[in-house]
Structure formats: C-alpha cells, structure tokens
C-alpha cells in the first residue's frame, strides 16, 4: 500500500515527527525524531538499546505524528506497526542521510556500540486535515 501523498511530503521535508511507543506497563511513551519515508513505510532511525526500540520490539504498534515546520495546521498522523528492522551499513548511511536533511551536516553524535537500526512502520490508518475535512 502506497503512503498517503500527504505523509510523503511531510516526511521527505525537514519536519519533526512525534513518535509513541508503549513501554511495558503500558503507559505510552512520547519522542522527538527525525523522519523520512520510502513509498510504503515510514521510517524511523534508532539505536537499538533507546526505548523505543526496546519496545517496538516487544510491542510493535506505533504511531507517529508529523508536525509541518512551516503551518501548524498541517500534520499527519500515521498509526501502524513496525514490520521491520534494519541495521548495519544501511541504517548508518541513513542517519547521516537524515542529520543532512535536518541539519545539513553527516550525523556528528557518538553511535553507541550496538550501532544504529532503521524501523519500517507500515501504517494501519493515516489522518490528515484533509482526510478529516471530507468526512
């Protein structure tokens, strides 16, 4: 299923995206990130040992919002699962992809040891003002 035109455009711009985990009493976690997509997926860059990753592994709902930089009534909300994840060389070369796209520089911070992983969320339901409105 391709994304939502929508998600595309807030994802492949330089906006900040909300994403929410469960930790594992249930309580629902909130973080800051970068974002980026490919046609079917959303894609959010890690590291393997930050809580986020710990509980998408046990639990893999997820959902993200994303925040235009630009209009604060332009967003997308993609709630989905994480259906994959992937690390070494292709998840370095993203993070660096990522940093210059927000910062306009190759990631700069300390990776820690277990390196960096990509998570693949599929979406499940995606809203939009523009979903919302033809309701």
């Known amino acids: 299923m391709a994304l939502d035109a929508d998600v595309v455009r807030l994802a492949k711009g330089a906006n900040l995206a909300t994403i929410v985990t469960l930790m594992p009493d249930g ?3 909130a973080q800051l990130r970068w974002i ?3 046609e079917e997926h959303l894609l959010v ?3 393997p040992q930050r809580q ?3 509980n998408v592994a046990r639990d893999p709902r997820i959902t993200i919002l994303i925040h235009s ?3 604060v009534y332009d967003w997308a909300e993609v709630r ?3 259906t994959e994840t992937v690390g070494g060389g292709e998840a370095r070369a993203h993070i660096d992809t990522l940093s210059t796209k927000y910062t306009g520089a190759d990631y700069q911070l300390p990776i820690g040891p277990q390196g960096r992983v990509i998570l693949r969320v599929t979406p ?3 809203l939009t ?3 919302i409105s033809s309701r």
């Open 27 to 29: 309580q629902p976690q």
């Open 36 to 38: 980026d997509c490919d």
């Open 45 to 47: 860059n890690t590291e």
């Open 52 to 54: 986020a990753a710990k």
């Open 69 to 71: 930089c630009e209009n």
């Open 80 to 82: 989905g699962t994480v």
């Open 124 to 126: 499940k339901k995606v």
């Open 129 to 131: 003002p523009a979903i």
